[in-house]
């Protein structure tokens, strides 16, 4: 079956930078997207990297390497607001049209 | 634009009852999904509807049903309610069938509905 492994907490400074990792054991696999939830709220989508690499938005960032079965979101110059939790997800042909999420890396962003 | 709107916000409902949640999805998208999310967790798969036809199940029991209606809204439906079945159900919309598969193929959530059960 899916299944994505990430950390279940971090905790930095505002201005720090913050790796979120993501293994994830799929095959099949199209490629992993991350989501954004804050306190109360609903997930947002925040990247997709389909193909191994970088992709930057802004003061985030998201890597891919499928020989690794690894990917990454970078979040940089971490601001108050920035404190969520971060979702890497995943669909892979077997299982049809669902999206599967780990369990979500809370982070905690301190003055 | 509306985004992915569910109702009710928050339900509070004892073992054994039935529940309905709502959800309609932002304006020309057919597909929807529902999501089970306990606290702490990231959110389960339970349903995936496009075209008013189910494309996708996740391992929820069979108390589990939903529908898509001919303007694409869906109901999510649970009998003989748990106290495991409180959680957050989430609601999200995509504008074709096959989420996750590239950029463009991104969920868009509703803020979800609070279920507690006791």
């Known amino acids: 079956g899916q299944s994505l492994e990430q950390p279940s907490e971090v905790t930095a400074v505002e201005g720090a930078i913050v790796q979120i990792n993501c293994t994830y054991q799929?095959?099949?696999?199209?490629?992993l997207s991350w989501y954004q939830q804050h306190d109360g709220g609903a997930p947002t989508f925040l990247s997709y990297n389909a193909l191994d690499g970088l992709e930057e938005t802004g003061r985030f960032s998201s890597f891919l390497s499928r020989s690794d079965s690894y990917g990454y979101l970078l979040l940089q110059e971490l601001q108050m607001k920035d404190s969520a939790s971060y979702f890497c997800?995943?669909?892979?042909?077997?299982?049809?049209?669902?999206?599967?999420f780990g369990g979500g890396t809370r982070v905690l962003v301190k003055p | 634009d509306a985004g992915v709107t569910q109702s009710p916000t928050h339900l509070i409902k004892t073992r054994g009852q039935h529940v309905t949640l709502r959800c309609s999805p932002i304006s020309g998208h057919k597909s929807v999904s529902w999501y089970q999310q306990v606290l702490g967790q990231g959110p389960q798969f339970i349903f995936q509807?496009?075209?008013?036809?189910?494309?996708g199940r996740g391992n929820f029991p069979d108390r589990f049903s939903a529908r898509q209606f001919p303007n694409y809204s869906s109901e999510l439906n649970v009998n003989a309610l748990l106290l495991g079945d409180s959680a957050l159900y989430l609601c999200a919309s995509s504008f074709r069938a096959l989420p996750g598969t590239g950029k463009n193929e991104k969920l868009f959530f509703g803020s979800g509905t609070q279920l507690s059960v006791l």
């Open positions: 799929t095959s099949g696999f199209y490629g």
């Open positions: 509807y496009y075209e008013k036809e189910e494309r």
């Open positions: 997800a995943s669909s892979i042909k077997a299982a049809g049209n669902k999206l599967t």
